[in-house]
């Protein structure tokens, strides 16, 4: 899928918020990526940042006013039609109210009107403001309308007042950009992802473990949420964020994320099992820290449950159930032997001796097997490589 912004017309729609000075670093990076980057400032926008800053990051014009800024009489119009998705950024409660009301009083909210493809609201105001019933009213008008509302973060305001109001982080906005740009074809799916690694405690100060970052099976989880996916993640303890609009579940053990894994198995479509999960734990845990002229140079081990073997077991009819194999010899072999020991539809083997595809790398190239087909990914970034491993799950 590679980068989803370039080439994609973006209007982003700029109102009267001390937030508008974040939204240039968005406009910038968005051009970066190689978008078409289109500005319109309200009024009140412009006493906060001038729309020579977006000109000079955009290079083209920014607008204001459909009449004296333009020589084209129906701006609103082509800019509402050209649009591949509108981006309102940051949204007082004014305009908010305005669009929630239909009111075209300005170039923005016109634009607004016109649109018909995917228009993202970002609020941004005072915490009172934000939690007023006549505020919370627009904006469940604005949902029934099919607008995308990116809910705004809790902090500290520029009023010194504290709460919810603050506008979203661009690190959100981007993967719901990302996903107004970007097909569809797992909407209506739930996918239930497994990623990183497991700890298998000892006592309280050591565990067993193993080398996965939890990047792949992130990106994995990233990707399916661009691609319309309800998704699932179950995660081992990694420093990774969790991905905007993904609901994660954290676990420690294996055991852990067994139980865990099973008890969401039912409602998923797609599972993809990407975790890597200790296969041993220690048969007994300490209770206080043991010291080290106390520790048995033999430690005792008990066999974790296999999750993705339980779930072959349990398989569902119409279930996709995907495994993951990191390997570090025989690739071919020892995916072929788990896709049909372990009754998976899809399994990708991982060289974890490679240079760049082994643990906490950037990149990845994968062996995907299925009962009919073996094909090798090329080598390529983690965000990447998990588009092209969904592309091959929904050919199935």
């Known amino acids: 899928m590679g980068n989803c912004f370039a080439g994609k017309r973006i209007v982003v729609g700029v109102t009267g918020s001390i937030a508008a000075f974040k939204v240039a670093g968005w406009v910038s990076t968005l051009v970066k990526e190689e978008a078409e980057v289109k500005v319109?400032?309200?009024e009140s926008a412009t006493r906060f940042v001038t729309p020579l800053t977006f000109s000079a990051l955009t290079g083209i014009k920014t607008v204001g006013d459909m009449f004296a800024e333009s020589d084209d009489?129906?701006?609103?119009?082509s800019l509402g039609g050209e649009a591949d998705v509108l981006l309102i950024a940051p949204a007082t409660a004014n305009t908010i109210a305005s669009l929630a009301a239909g009111i075209a009083d300005n170039l923005l909210t016109s634009t607004a009107l016109v649109t018909r493809t995917k228009v993202l609201v970002c609020p941004a105001m005072n915490t009172r403001m934000y939690d007023h019933p006549a505020?919370?009213?627009n904006i469940q008008k604005l949902k029934t309308f099919g607008y995308e509302i990116i809910e705004p973060g809790y902090g500290r305001m520029a009023c010194r007042d504290e709460g919810k109001g603050r506008l979203a982080d661009w690190e959100i906005v981007e993967e719901y950009l990302a996903r107004?740009?970007?097909q569809q074809d797992l909407a209506g799916k739930t996918v239930l992802v497994t990623a990183?690694?497991?700890?298998?405690?000892?006592?309280?100060a050591r565990f067993l473990s193993n080398r996965s970052s939890g990047k792949m099976g992130y990106a994995i989880a990233r990707a399916a949420f661009r691609r319309g996916a309800k998704v699932i993640l179950v995660s081992g303890p990694t420093a990774l964020t969790c991905p905007a609009g993904v609901k994660r579940l954290e676990v420690q053990t294996a055991q852990e994320m067994y139980e865990t894994v099973l008890q969401h198995s039912e409602q998923a479509d797609i599972i993809i099992k990407s975790a890597a999960v200790a296969d041993y734990r220690p048969g007994e845990q300490a209770v206080h820290k043991v010291k080290k002229e106390e520790i048995s140079p033999a430690l005792s081990l008990v066999q974790n449950p296999d999750i993705?073997?339980?779930l072959g077991r349990r398989?569902?009819?119409g279930q996709l159930l995907i495994g993951f194999a990191a390997e570090s010899r025989r690739l071919r072999e020892e995916g072929e032997k788990k896709l049909k020991r372990k009754n998976l539809d899809l399994i990708a083997v991982n060289n974890i001796s490679g240079e760049n595809t082994g643990f906490e790398s950037e990149s990845n190239q994968l062996l995907l097997l299925s009962k009919s087909?073996?094909?090798?990914?090329?080598?390529?970034?983690?965000?990447?490589?998990a588009d092209l491993l969904l592309d091959r799950i929904c050919s199935l």
């Open 73 to 77: 009489p129906m701006l609103h119009i």
């Open 196 to 204: 990183g690694p497991t700890r298998e405690p000892i006592d309280p």
């Open 308 to 310: 993705l073997l339980e």
């Open 135 to 137: 505020t919370i009213e």
């Open 373 to 385: 087909r073996v094909e090798q990914l090329p080598l390529t970034g983690k965000l990447h490589t």
């Open 315 to 317: 398989k569902k009819k």
């Open 40 to 42: 319109i400032m309200t």
């Open 180 to 182: 107004a740009l970007t």
